[in-house]
């Protein structure tokens, strides 16, 4: 399938396959799937799963792959194999619109995190490197925890150096998110109103396990992460808060309502991707139109239109929306998951 600038429809019945594509473009972009393991991805009786494509970005044209096997992941640039997955994140930007994205608001603290991990990610290579080394002397500090059943002070003692390692660790991932949060939040500001016409304001609030003198916090839980044999306190246990008008969105926002403000943030990451990195990401909408009323669907395909990203839509029909806003988008047709573009009114040629 080739596509360009622009909006572009996958439309099909519940089941035929529209959401198993954005799918494979998700996995493509950051190594693994929004909704399920990776070995689920690859089809009954066959040994891998592989998606691939040529992306242009920045001007410059290159070949990316995803292969997925019982011994791991191959991520591949233009032929060779990335020896680690953050030098191949990154590549392909995305911004996407899931089901699943309704759990971000009332659901838990673990789905926030991954979801903004997600995007901090997109845009710093070094958040990464900061997140993956910070989950690595967690996960050393944890399995120290658990063997200290019985008082050791060689085990104190090397308690102390994880923990302050921990801290350091930590440091440069929460100073990362806080500033991240204070900068979406500005573009938060703007978007809002692009899909809502009531004088709202919308903001997001970000919430630290530990903010200041984190070695000396975490050294004070001692007694609590014994006892548990965990680490209760860090940048793993941090969270957010969504505010409509200073007012928690999990508390009093309706489901249209939480679905206004999801959809405000990722065309708000979507901005932030394009003042950062100098061009948008790919945006990938699924069943967005569902729950959005008439003025909104049609909001959101003008502003789809005006900054020309690449935009891939998928829902069951286009009857609702404004026929006047579907003069240059392209149309394609699934059924038992097989593709076809739609050439020029009702004629197709499958792909």
Same mark, same amino acid.
């Given at each position: 399938?080739e596509f360009?600038?622009?909006?572009?429809?996958?439309?099909g019945?519940n089941g035929?396959?529209?959401?198993?594509?954005l799918e494979?473009i998700?996995v493509?972009?950051? +190594?693994k799937?929004? *909704? $399920? !393991?990776d070995l689920? @991805?690859?089809?009954?009786?066959?040994?891998?799963?592989? &998606?691939?494509?040529?992306v242009?970005?920045?001007?410059?044209?290159f070949?990316?792959?995803?292969i997925i096997?019982?011994s791991?992941?191959? +991520?591949?640039?233009? *032929? $060779? !194999?990335?020896?680690? @997955?953050?030098?191949?994140?990154?590549?392909?930007?995305? &911004?996407?619109f899931?089901?699943?994205d309704m759990n971000?608001?009332?659901g838990?603290p673990?789905?926030?995190?991954y979801?903004?991990?997600?995007?901090?990610?997109?845009?710093?290579k070094?958040?990464?490197?900061n997140l993956?080394?910070?989950?690595y002397?967690?996960?050393?500090r944890?399995e120290l925890?658990?063997?200290?059943?019985?008082p050791?002070?060689?085990d104190?003692l090397?308690?102390d150096?994880?923990t302050?390692q921990l801290?350091?660790a930590?440091r440069?991932?929460?100073?990362?998110?806080?500033?991240?949060?204070?900068?979406?939040?500005?573009?938060?500001?703007?978007?809002?109103?692009?899909?809502s016409?009531?004088?709202?304001?919308?903001r997001?609030?970000?919430l630290?396990?530990?903010?200041?003198?984190?070695?000396?916090v975490?050294?004070?839980?001692?007694?609590t992460?014994k006892?548990s044999?965990?680490?209760?306190f860090g940048p793993?246990?941090?969270?957010?808060d969504f505010?409509?008008?200073?007012?928690?969105?999990?508390?009093?926002?309706?489901g249209?309502?939480?679905?206004?403000?999801?959809?405000?943030?990722d065309?708000?990451?979507?901005?932030?991707?394009?003042?950062?990195?100098?061009?948008?990401?790919?945006i990938?909408?699924?069943?967005?139109?569902s729950?959005?009323?008439?003025?909104k669907?049609n909001?959101?395909?003008q502003?789809?239109?005006?900054i020309q990203?690449?935009?891939?839509?998928?829902?069951t029909s286009?009857?609702e929306l404004n026929?006047?806003?579907?003069?240059?988008?392209?149309?394609?047709?699934v059924?038992k998951g097989?593709?076809?573009?739609?050439?020029?009114h009702?004629?197709?040629s499958?792909?």
């Open positions: 399938m360009g600038q622009g909006i572009h429809f996958i439309i019945s035929e396959g529209k959401t198993n594509f494979s998700y493509l972009a950051l +190594a799937s929004y *909704k $399920t !393991s689920v @991805l690859i089809r009954h009786q066959e040994d891998f799963a592989k &998606v691939e494509a040529t242009l970005s920045q001007s410059r044209l070949d990316l792959s995803m096997s019982a791991g992941k191959n +991520a591949i640039i233009n *032929k $060779t !194999s990335q020896k680690k @997955l953050s030098d191949y994140i990154g590549h392909l930007q995305i &911004v996407s899931l089901p699943e971000i608001i009332k838990s673990r789905e926030r995190r979801f903004f991990d997600v995007y901090m990610g997109q845009m710093d070094n958040y990464i490197s993956g080394n910070y989950k002397v967690l996960k050393q944890n925890l658990k063997k200290m059943n019985q050791n002070k060689e104190d090397l308690l150096v994880i302050e801290a350091e930590a440069p991932v929460v100073e990362h998110r806080k500033k991240f949060i204070q900068e979406i939040n500005l573009f938060l500001e703007k978007q809002y109103h692009l899909f016409s009531k004088n709202e304001y919308y997001i609030q970000y630290p396990s530990i903010e200041t003198e984190i070695e000396k975490m050294k004070s839980k001692y007694r992460d006892m044999y965990t680490t209760n793993h246990r941090d969270d957010y505010y409509l008008n200073d007012v928690m969105a999990k508390d009093y926002a309706s249209g309502e939480q679905r206004t403000l999801i959809l405000t943030l065309m708000a990451l979507a901005e932030m991707m394009k003042d950062r990195l100098k061009e948008y990401p790919v990938l909408l699924d069943d967005v139109f729950e959005l009323d008439y003025e669907q909001k959101l395909i502003y789809l239109s005006k990203a690449q935009a891939i839509i998928t829902t286009l009857h026929q006047d806003a579907l003069n240059n988008v392209k149309v394609f047709h059924s097989h593709i076809q573009e739609e050439k020029q009702g004629k197709s499958k792909v």
